[in-house]
């Protein structure tokens, strides 16, 4: 089977991990957890201060961003072996256009919050795939978070970890793959389309619920 398509998380994968999340919610006040669910939970004049504090986080660290080592050059190994290359994230897609006009960068779909549901919601990736036109079994989902892993697991693609995150332990079990390097992404195409990594195999509710009440509450 021939991995069509490559879908990347923004921060901590395609950029070096730049969102300060203890400091966001130190900021926003009041609340714990993962950063976009606890705002729902605020009433609207809270919750549109606190969409403030978020996307001046954002847009700094999009115009601040530096990419992670060997990500030009693995998009570009990617594009030369003809697979289509996607971004999702529960960032906002300003920042997404800020990341790729500060690096030269160029996706074939790009998913943000704006356009539904968030990761750990399978949405992101069944979005990307219906706009790549790919079914979510030829693609990986690379991402540094166990959010990354779960949406694309429920999806029913490949969930890759990067290792960016000093907490990757805790969910790699989420993982099909796990990669030190961005520049070893190479290795998990070969070990997929060879047969060598296990199929894909999508994760109920309550298995992936688990995993969602054991995270540490990263993850604007
Ligand atoms: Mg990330």
Known sequence: MKVAGVIFDLDGTITQPCLDFDQIRADIGAIQGPILEAMETLAAPQRRRAEEILQRHELWAAE???LNP????????????????AVITRNRRDSVERVCRRHELSFDAVVTREDGPVKPDPFPVLEACRRLKLAPGECLVVGDYLFDLLSARRAGAWAVLLTSQPSWQQYRQE?????????????????????????????????AG?????????GA
Request: hydrophobic share 40%.
């Open 210 to 218: 688990e995993s969602f009440a054991e995270a540490d509450g990263q």
């Open 70 to 85: 060997g990500a030009g050059e693995t998009f570009a190994r990617l594009r030369g072996e003809a697979r289509f290359l």
């Open 175 to 207: 993982a099909h793959c796990v990669i030190e390097r961005l520049a070893d992404l190479h290795q998990v195409i070969a070990g997929v389309e060879s047969g060598q990594v296990a199929p894909v195999r999508a994760v109920g509710g309550d298995e």
């Open 64 to 66: 601040n961003s530096q």
